[in-house]
């Protein structure tokens, strides 16, 4: 294992938000201090206790409902690296729009780009493959953004194709890399 980080996990609303929380878990287990926020959808797959649980921190979903309303700044300072895993469309899309408009996104447009930002998408083939996706997802990486590349194969819709989430083991290298 690498040197303990101070790792921001933050998750956005797909069914893969349960692989996540398997990335959280292995980040834990191996020693780094992990802090998870996640935007109003996320909690529609995952509730709020499970990520308490495996973090054993208290979980950020919105910007306002801690004591100093500047946790957007507070969690970056805090951070070595961040991690949006899984990262939908929508949230890539806003992120490289520069729209901030939750606890996700409003992170994105304070981090420092001297530390390490890191996405893992996750969607269906098609949202992958649309181009304001990949212009989206180009934007990103220009920026100094390290995507962790979608995999392939049967997706929870049914379909077949680029667009899973990474594997847990994936995610967790690249956050101990970064």
């Known amino acids: 294992m690498s040197k303990s980080k101070n790792i921001l996990f933050q998750l956005s609303g797909s069914i893969a938000c349960y692989k996540a ?5 292995k980040l834990v287990q ?10 109003p959808a996320a909690l529609k797959f995952i509730g709020e206790a499970t990520l308490e649980g495996l973090t054993r921190k208290p979980v950020y979903c919105d910007m ?34 520069g729209i901030g408009d939750d606890c996700v996104t409003t992170l994105f447009l304070s981090h ?31 920026w100094g953004v390290k995507i962790i590349e979608p995999g392939a194969g049967y997706q929870a819709c049914g379909d077949e ?9 994936e995610i967790v290298s690249a956050a101990e890399a970064a």
């Open 112 to 142: 420092d780009f001297k530390k390490p930002f890191l996405v893992a998408p996750a969607m269906n083939v098609n949202m992958w493959n649309h181009p304001a996706t990949r212009r989206s997802v180009e934007t990103l990486r220009q």
């Open 161 to 169: 194709g680029r667009g899973r989430l990474s594997e847990p083991e």
């Open 64 to 97: 306002f409902e801690r004591k100093t309303g500047l946790e957007h700044i507070s969690l970056n300072k805090w951070a070595d690296v961040s991690v949006v895993c899984p990262a939908t469309a929508d949230v890539i899309s806003k992120m490289a729009a």
């Open 21 to 25: 929380c398997s990335a959280i878990s």
């Open 30 to 39: 191996r020693g780094h201090e992990v802090k998870a926020v996640c935007t």
